[in-house]
């Protein structure tokens, strides 16, 4: 047996002699005790290691017998799929396809194309006369079309990616909110950021009344949004949200401002800006 061989039997031995160990729940004391269990180890071990010998020798024996077979088969397939390739003749069949003229002793035979670079040169002119009828016969899109219909389409995607992934939303592409859940985040993040200075029923404090139709920065979803993500006046406005909210974020917490439009607070602040307007913002 080969080392390999001895090496996988003792493997075998002690996870044999560990799994006896485990179940007759032994010890050294205990093995020293019972010598019949020594000798009933030291037997099972001799017979691990015979019957190792055995079976690599069953192997070996094996190998031997099928390798000659297995080389001939191996090289009947090699030489029929070149042959199936190359069709080029047998060696004992070269003298009809041997050509006359010869040089330095050297002759040249009169061997067929490979098969498989005949039929490829045939497919490229296939190839090639259905490539010239498309694309100068019939007016098919050459690749600078290609490219500016794809881009074409990859612009439209991106915009319609952008109208869903809410946390890609800019001040250009924002849209006002209208839904329940998009408006309840914005009034908890309303809470949470807002109250302080506009109270909690957008009167105005600190900052403006947010229930009139009066803006310092300009109303509409996108000046809102501008106003909250990059802040207000400088050195007397609100500070920017913008590393503290996510777009989408500052999407809802804006909607829910403008849905504060026309309601009555308790202690109203007075009117601050110009009144704005959102059809004269548009022909602007």
Known sequence: MKIKGYFRTAIFAIIVF??????????????????????????????ILFNGKIVNNLRESRANNS???ENNSKNGWYKSLMKALTSTKPMDEEDDILMDHAYDGIRELDN????????????SIIYAIGYLSYYHLMDGDDQIVEFNKEMAQAKIDVDEYKKTAKNLIDASTVELMTDEADLANGKTIYAEKCVACHLAD?????????TDEYWILGGG?????????EGGRDGKGMIPWKSELKPGEIAQ????ILSLQGTTPTKPKDAEGDIWNAEEAVEE
């Open 18 to 47: 560990a799994v006896l160990w485990y179940i007759l729940d032994l010890t050294m004391i205990g093995l020293v005790e019972q010598p019949l269990v020594i000798l009933g180890f030291v037997v099972l071990l001799i017979a």
């Open 221 to 229: 979803i996108k000046n809102v949004f501008t106003t909250v993500s």
């Open 253 to 256: 917490v804006s909607s829910y």
């Open 112 to 123: 067929d194309l490979p098969p498989w670079w005949l039929y490829g040169f045939y497919a």
């Open 67 to 69: 390798t000659n077979e």
């Open 202 to 210: 957008g009167g105005g404090s600190i900052g403006p009344n947010l």
